[in-house]
């Protein structure tokens, strides 16, 4: 009979965590639409979510986020899949070279950003040695690579992150494909390249679509990197949010649970697209066994 219970508790840490996150995530979507009983807000309304996306400034949060997530997801995808098909054809799919790479993953993002700031701002490494070389005149000729409206820096943090979460994802997924169906689209006349993207690619594609849905949707919400690399403005909408958050008028606590709410509809659009290629992925692999 204990036996029988032992799952049954060994849910009941999962099961409190998941209602404090629902208490939360409630109490968030509600505040949101203007109902915070403590400080006289009873009534619902959509006006915070109108006017996050039409003031100006929060607007240009939301087009930063979005933008730094989507070239980090990008970016990251497009260089972890043509590094694992180097790693595939070089058959180096095991032993150090994958220690090496799952080396950045394990690395915190408050110590990325520190690398970063090191590496790449007016007083680096780099400009220091543009400077010894001769290519600029003064370190402050150095491109602004953190801090920039462009998110440069949170791009590049976030490159040395999800550039080896992407290579874990896909590596086996790749390595595992059938060599025969390379070698016989060379065998008709394609070229390795070719073979490459006609066959090995959309093979892998619903795997990669996948890793990058959840690069983006980790970049959209990250706080971290944002706040340590990010510029003045525009700010990225976490740190837009806390800023909300901590402002002197409670009466702006509503535009923070508004700028978490875009995040949320956000989020999960990209979990029901993930979804669906989980799905899609299941039922090819059945195809495939049967």
């Not at 080896?164 to 086996?172: T, W």
């Not at 006349?189 to 990058?212: E, H, K, Q, Y």
């Not at 999960?268 to 669906?276: C, D, E, G, T």
């Given at each position: 009979m204990g036996r029988k219970r032992t799952p049954y508790l060994l849910l009941v840490p999962q099961m409190f965590l998941t209602v404090l996150l629902l208490i939360g995530l409630i109490t968030g979507i509600t505040q949101s639409f203007g109902v915070i009983p403590a400080f006289g807000l009873t009534e619902p309304t959509f006006r915070y979510y109108r006017e996050v996306l039409t003031k100006p400034d929060l607007v240009r949060s939301v087009c930063y986020s979005l933008w730094i997530a989507f070239v980090s997801a990008l970016l990251s995808a497009a260089a972890g899949v043509f590094l694992c098909a180097v790693l595939v054809?070089?058959?180096?799919t095991k032993g150090k070279i994958m220690r090496i790479i799952q080396l950045p993953i394990i690395v915190p993002h408050v110590v990325v950003a520190l690398f970063v700031v090191n590496l790449c701002s007016q007083n680096g490494l780099l400009a220091r040695i543009a400077f010894g070389l001769g290519l600029i005149g003064e370190q402050q000729e150095f491109p602004m690579l953190i801090y920039d409206r462009y998110g440069?820096?949170?791009i590049l943090a976030y490159l040395?992150?999800?550039?080896?979460?992407?290579?874990?994802?896909?590596?086996?997924?790749?390595?595992?494909?059938?060599r025969k169906l390379g070698e016989a689209a060379v065998n008709l006349?394609?070229?390795?390249?070719?073979?490459?993207?006609?066959?090995?690619?959309?093979?892998?594609?619903?795997?990669?679509?996948?890793?990058?849905l959840i690069i983006f949707v980790f970049a959209l919400g990250a706080y971290e990197l944002p706040f340590l690399l990010g510029a003045t403005v525009p700010k990225a909408l976490p740190v837009q949010a806390y800023i909300q958050y901590t402002h002197p008028d409670l009466q702006n606590r509503p535009y923070a649970m508004a700028?978490?709410?875009?995040?949320?509809?956000?989020?999960?659009?990209?979990?029901?697209?993930?979804?669906?290629?989980?799905?899609k992925n299941l039922k090819d692999l059945s195809k495939t066994d049967s």
């Open positions: 054809a070089g058959h180096r440069v820096g949170i040395w992150k999800e550039i080896p979460f992407i290579i874990y994802f896909v590596i086996s997924l790749m390595a595992n494909i059938d006349g394609a070229d390795r390249i070719r073979a490459f993207f006609c066959v090995t690619l959309p093979l892998c594609a619903n795997t990669i679509c996948s890793g990058f700028l978490n709410g875009i995040i949320i509809v956000i989020s999960l659009l990209s979990a029901a697209v993930y979804f669906i290629l989980i799905r």
